[in-house]
């Protein structure tokens, strides 16, 4: 039964981005929790329709007091919490069970430093082999790294790097990026160069001064440390307004004003730049490699679909996906130019023409895929159209619907099948219907607009 201080506690709590911290009654804090709104979350907790499950239903038994510390945000609040859980470490957020592992932010010890996640117990295996002088790094882990957290909320965590990320402009890849070596301005930077989310230091588009200045800033940000340092910031981008280098300065003003927005980012579980996908991203984008016999894990995958009502208001649509994950930034909408009757295999060739010749012209980066929505006749319009261009075609497939999907391979005169349930395939699925969706949706803004003319 709640007590009356705790009723007047609940009564009072604000709605806004917090974390909780549930005390027994000698003031021992059993848990902490982060909230998007602390009124309704932690009011939920003793409504009497709630319907726990054992472990917490034991643990709001023992609640007799709790402390609320707002926060400016969902991401504060979920920093907030992880250094709390970390400092504290309440009896009730340990690990249910013992194969149960939180997710870390690991940060690379290299000259232009990446930033990757990892499980807390691989975290807790490197720190013991350290100490028995031994060794012991997880693949596709740098050697040297330094970890911020356990966080609990792994889909959060990754959903709160997206938007670091597109303040700080950390690379995310594991190149080997070293400072003496010229030709580093010969290389091409991926996708995430070219929308703005990373700086790219591994073809030499940024000083190493100024990629390690991002990066304490992000440390510094993880670390709670957000006040000072936007106070900090505001003094340097003066600094620079002062000395007339009004670049830079702009640089530092976007980055400050971002951070100041991230009050706009309340839920996290509503995904920055991505659906919500039944299937492992991961998984799915290494499945398609094999299934694609690639070297190389594709990183980004394109595209591309055409929609018309009996040939009229054509247009096409190009979806983009980025390490298996839809990325809304990089969709684009085409409206039919050049064809006025049904050829869907002009169409798509004037999309991919268009689409190869403005990367060609801004020398930026190409897909690793380009998924076709169609059989073979929309294949060869695709190839047709980057020989057009005058570019060397990513690898290309069509994905059409007959007797089941199929997959067209350029060079091979029958389609494969690829079992049904795997993980790659239903990836192509995916963006294949996602790339109709937003074709779609395009076509009947256009005929809604003529109707109204």
Not at 301 to 306: A, K, M, S, Y
Request: hydrophobic share 40%; with cysteine.
């Amino acid at each position: 039964m709640t007590s009356d201080p705790l009723r007047e506690k609940l009564s009072a709590l604000p709605d806004s981005p917090g974390v909780y911290l549930m005390k027994d009654a000698k003031g021992v804090v059993l848990y902490v929790g982060k909230a998007k709104s602390l009124r309704s979350r932690v009011s939920s907790y003793f409504q009497p329709s709630a319907d726990h499950e054992p472990r917490i239903a034991a643990m709001v038994e023992q609640v007799e007091d709790l402390e609320t510390l707002q926060a400016d945000s969902e991401v504060d609040a979920l920093l907030m919490e992880s250094r709390l859980i970390k400092d504290i470490q309440p009896r009730y957020n340990a690990r249910e069970k013992d194969d149960k592992s939180f997710t870390v932010l690991g940060i690379s010890q290299d000259a232009y430093p990446y930033i990757f996640l990892t499980r807390e117990m691989d975290v807790i295996a490197r720190q013991r082999a350290a100490a028995g002088g031994g060794a012991y790094v997880p693949a596709g882990e740098p050697e040297k790294a330094t970890f911020i957290g356990p966080f609990t909320h792994s889909g959060q965590l990754r959903a709160a790097l997206k938007v670091f990320q597109r303040i700080f402009r950390f690379r995310t890849c594991t190149i080997d990026i070293r400072e003496d070596d010229d030709k580093r301005r010969f290389f091409r930077p991926c996708l995430l160069w070219n929308i703005g989310r990373c700086t790219a230091p591994c073809a030499d588009k940024i000083p190493q001064e100024a990629y390690t200045e991002d990066i304490r800033n992000f440390r510094r940000m993880m670390g709670g440390a957000k006040r000072d340092l936007l106070r900090e910031m505001k003094a340097r981008m003066k600094a620079h307004s002062d000395a007339r280098e009004y670049e830079l300065a702009a640089v530092v003003r976007d980055q400050v004003q971002a951070i100041e927005q991230l009050r706009d980012h309340q839920d996290l579980d509503d995904s920055l730049e991505t659906d919500l996908i039944p299937l492992d991203p991961v998984k799915s984008v290494d499945d398609l490699r094999d299934l694609l016999g690639m070297e190389l894990r594709p990183r980004v995958i394109e595209g591309t679909d055409i929609s018309h009502l009996q040939g009229t208001d054509s247009v096409g649509s190009l979806v983009s996906f980025v390490d298996g994950v839809p990325f809304k930034s990089g969709y684009r909408r085409y409206k039919i130019k050049t064809v006025d009757q049904i050829d869907d295999y002009a169409s798509i060739k004037e999309v991919v023409l268009r689409r190869f010749t403005r990367l060609k012209n801004e020398e930026a980066a190409f897909p690793d895929v380009l998924m076709i929505d169609g059989g073979q006749g929309h294949l060869n319009a695709a190839l047709a159209a980057m020989k057009e261009a005058g570019v060397r075609p990513p690898l290309t497939v069509g994905l059409a619907k007959h007797e089941g999907d199929h997959l067209w391979l350029a060079g091979r005169a029958e389609p494969i099948r690829p079992d049904a349930h795997r993980p790659g395939f239903r990836l192509l699925q995916y963006v294949r219907d996602e790339a109709h969706r937003f074709a779609q949706n395009y076509h009947h803004i256009l005929r809604r607009k003529r109707i109204r003319e």
